[in-house]
């Protein structure tokens, strides 16, 4: 295929725009967990009175620098968006995912100014979180569209799922998302330390004790029922991998992830919760978010929608 004039610019750019939004969601956990969000104080968007402040303390650095990142990567993720827009006009999905992606970088930022103002609500808290994860999801299935409509890539293998099988992928989806705000919650309650003990909570397979207790519990049992759904799903497509060649792949790769996260929760629990456990954790199911993201946009694509990039979808 002949490569299209600004064919490798705008593929790089997408590359760096959806690993900078990995880096933004990863640095606002740093930043929740250090507890660094009034490092600025209540100032917004200058940083206690200045556009560059004194670096004071630990808290002040990590504040400091998240806004800058945000800044920074939310520039190259519009950019994208801009570009991408103009380049694939015709393409429903590429509006769809321009509008995702800006949309919820400006809600993003929008609500990490509130969260700043207001001195961290915890609904505005855990929304900035969700609206993080949107905004990396949507720049990184732009950049999906963008290299397949470069490539070609994917054209091939685009084939209607069985009902039953889009029910259980969206499904696993909107699981893990709940699961992702369930743990976030029990963050913002620093519940995580009233599980001594993995697998067993306080000794116990069934523990006792207070509501916080049993808030970790049940993001523990949320994780057994997430590592269920996706080993049915991979079942499930392992009958079915010959023909959907790009998504059993991408399953085998959700599988891992889901054993990879439990290991990291284990991992965080034996740390006594220690910064880099927990950033191993958060960092490995932001992936996870976004694989199961892209499979789940694979689920919902229509077998005839897609063309050339003349003709674009």
Same mark, same amino acid.
């Given at each position: ?16 725009? $959806?690993? *900078? ?10 930043? /929740? ?142 699981? /893990? ?14 519940? *995580? ?48 991998? #010959? ?17 990879? #996260? ?12 220690? $910064? ?35 003709? #674009?979808?």
């Amino acid at each position: 295929m002949t490569a299209h004039r600004g064919s490798g610019a705008i593929k790089t750019l997408a590359v760096v725009a $959806t690993l *900078g939004m990995f880096l933004v969601d990863m640095v606002g956990f740093l930043d /929740t967990l250090t507890r660094s969000a009034l490092g600025c104080g209540q100032d917004w968007p200058l940083c206690n009175g200045k556009v560059v402040p004194t670096f004071g303390n630990i808290h002040v650095v990590i504040e400091f620098t998240h806004r800058a990142i945000v800044a920074g990567f939310a520039f190259i993720a519009v950019l994208l968006a801009i570009w991408a827009w103009q380049r694939y006009r015709t393409s429903r999905p590429v509006k769809a995912f321009v509008m995702l992606s800006v949309g919820f970088i400006v809600l993003q930022s929008g609500l990490g100014a509130l969260a700043v103002l207001f001195v961290n609500p915890p609904v505005v808290l855990a929304l900035h979180l969700g609206f993080g994860l949107m905004a990396l999801v949507g720049t990184m299935l732009l950049a999906v569209m963008v290299f397949r409509l470069e490539t070609g890539v994917g054209k091939q293998n685009r084939v209607q799922l069985p009902l039953g099988l889009r029910r259980l992928i969206i499904a696993t989806w909107v699981y /893990t998302f709940v699961a992702i705000y369930w743990g976030s919650y029990v963050a913002f309650r620093d519940a *995580g330390r009233f599980c001594q003990g993995w697998p067993l909570c306080n000794g116990h397979l069934i523990p006792t004790g207070g509501g916080l207790v049993w808030l970790d519990y049940v993001h523990r049992l949320a994780a057994v029922g997430l590592a269920v759904l996706v080993t049915v799903l991979l079942i499930d497509l392992y009958r079915q991998r #010959q023909r959907y060649r790009d998504l059993w792949p991408a399953t085998v790769v959700v599988a891992v992830l889901v054993a990879t #996260q439990i290991a990291s929760g284990a991992l965080l629990v034996f740390s006594h919760l220690a $910064t880099g456990p927990y950033l191993l954790h958060v960092g490995n199911l932001t992936i996870l978010f976004s694989v199961l993201s892209y499979l789940t946009f694979r689920s919902l694509e229509s077998p005839n929608r897609y063309s050339s990039r003349a003709n #674009q979808y």
